[in-house]
């Protein structure tokens, strides 16, 4: 079937790309000073951990609820534009919020709307750039780089302005997510099915293949847990100031953007499995020098890693599901991946946490286990695939 003109014209991929670039503003702003907020709000410790556990809990029911819906009704982009609007409701409710109940309550709300964005922009994404024979990763970037300048654009205003009025640049990021996914354009022609699509005949989560695929990037992804968590603390006590530390993960993200630049353009050989192996292999090697506690100009060489680490496997994930789903099935299958990679992150966190506090940076050594066992699983998928193929 031939697409309808109308929606092949120029700008789709520019709108896409604004969209990536909105979602990941707020993400930038909230990751770091949410809790700055929240503390300025009068919140103990434990509270702030409580209200910031939120999303990670109802992504396990907000996200598949949501993809369903949005699958069963052929109503990606209606979803995708009512979740959007929605949590700019909820952020703007919860910043008029006064107490520890009423702002749990109300955050609560808006993560449970705000959650299921990525999943139904990165259906959205593939199905749309699929049709226009465009890649994701030049337009994903995008994404990336807003998340950096939303941290410096949050930072200077934390600097600036009382941290009891931060809550309003998280309201002002997730207005242009909501006006960026109102500018899409409607997907009113399905992408023409990929002969994997096409032999997928099994529900997704009696495909072993599928499973094993969800499984390795959730491993893989799941090893940065202690990077995430405590480099900056690590660093910190070697003495790096924050300015050292900043530029150093911003150069994990610049590694990403390259990759993801050229991710149109890499050869043949690098498909969806190849890609995941690759980001195993560099997790495990990253992680292992990690636990070495390497001399500080060695960590350049080492974040540049992270391209493959976290943007091999987040390349090589989302292309896999996005050809091997079947029809009907792109939404939901998202959000199972988004379930697998939030849980599974939130129990290497918690892990991460302990390990640490034991035995320092040799914590590395459990997430080296960990992406070992993601490129264990990625080879796991790739026989399931041959298998079911012959």
Known sequence: MIPDDRHLRPGFAARLAVLYGA????????????????????????????????????????????????????????????????????????????????????YALAAFAFTPVMPLAETYAFKGLT????????????????????????????DAMPARHLIWLIVAASVLNALAALWLPPLSTPAPATHE????RKPLLRDPAFLAVL??????QASHAVFYG???????????????????????????????AFSGRLPAFFQPIVLIGLGAAAAALRWGV??????TMALPFLQ????????????????????NTPHGQSATAQGYLAVAL?????????????????????????MILAAIAGGACALIAQRARRVALH
């Open 230 to 260: 405590f480099s900056a603390l690590e660093w910190q006590g070697a003495g790096l100031d924050g300015t050292v530390i900043a530029a150093l993960w911003s150069l994990g993200v610049i590694a990403e953007i390259v990759l993801f």
């Open 23 to 106: 979602f990941f503003a707020v993400a930038g702003i909230m990751q770091p000073f949410f809790p700055v907020w929240l503390q300025a709000k009068g919140l103990d410790a434990g509270t702030i951990g409580l209200v910031l556990a939120m999303p990670q809990l109802l992504r396990i029911v907000a996200i598949p609820a949501v993809t369903r819906a949005a699958d069963r009704r052929d109503a990606l982009r209606t979803a995708l534009v009512l979740a959007s609007c929605l949590s700019v409701l909820g952020y703007a409710a919860t910043g008029l919020a006064e107490g520890p109940a009423a702002i749990l309550i109300v």
């Open 215 to 220: 499984a390795a990037a959730s491993l893989i």
């Open 342 to 366: 939030g849980a599974a992150m939130a129990a290497a966190m918690g892990l991460s946490g302990v390990l640490y506090a034991a035995v320092g940076v040799r914590a590395y050594a459990a």
């Open 290 to 295: 990690m636990a070495l506690d390497p001399p």
């Open 131 to 158: 049709v226009r024979n465009r890649a994701y990763g030049p337009v994903r970037l995008w994404g990336s780089l807003t998340f950096i300048a939303g941290n410096f654009v949050a930072g200077f205003a934390a």
């Open 197 to 200: 699509q096409q032999t997928a």
């Open 304 to 323: 540049v890693l992270h391209a493959l680490s976290f943007g091999a496997t987040h390349l090589g994930t989302l292309t896999y599901v996005a050809r």
